[in-house]
């Protein structure tokens, strides 16, 4: 059984930065690509990060410079940390295996939230 816990949110001033981490189990995490998504007030889940099982990242245009996803295969951990944060990066955080649209997915973690002030 799949079981995704996001952690490191918080408030944090436009400027700022801060780390998320998402332990996962009940996957073999070490063939897994794994994304980091997000989903701001009145607005749709959107895919922000994602690295695949070598190590290849990509990202949504919006946060590319600013954030860098990481693995730690060791720890079956997905990492996202997030420089010069702004205040529409505000949402909240979820990661999940693979890349793929939100409606395929059947499972989501509670996601950790990310506020950041102007």
């Known amino acids: 059984q799949v079981q995704l816990v996001e952690s490191g949110g918080g408030l944090v001033q436009a400027g700022g930065s801060l780390r998320l981490s998402c332990s996962a189990s009940?996957?073999?995490?070490?063939?897994?690509?794994m994304s980091w998504y997000r989903q701001a007030p009145g607005k749709q889940r959107e895919l922000v990060a994602t690295?695949?099982?070598?190590?290849?990242?990509n990202y949504a245009d919006s946060v590319k410079g600013r954030f860098t996803i990481s693995r730690d295969n060791t720890k079956n951990t997905v990492y996202l940390q997030m420089n010069n944060l702004k205040p529409e990066d505000t949402a909240v955080y979820y990661c999940?295996?693979?890349?793929?649209?939100?409606?395929?997915?059947?499972?989501w973690g509670r996601g950790t939230q990310v506020t950041v002030s102007s």
């Open positions: 690295i695949t099982n070598g190590g290849n990242t």
């Open positions: 999940n295996r693979g890349s793929g649209a939100v409606r395929s997915y059947d499972y």
């Open positions: 009940g996957i073999i995490f070490v063939i897994n690509a």
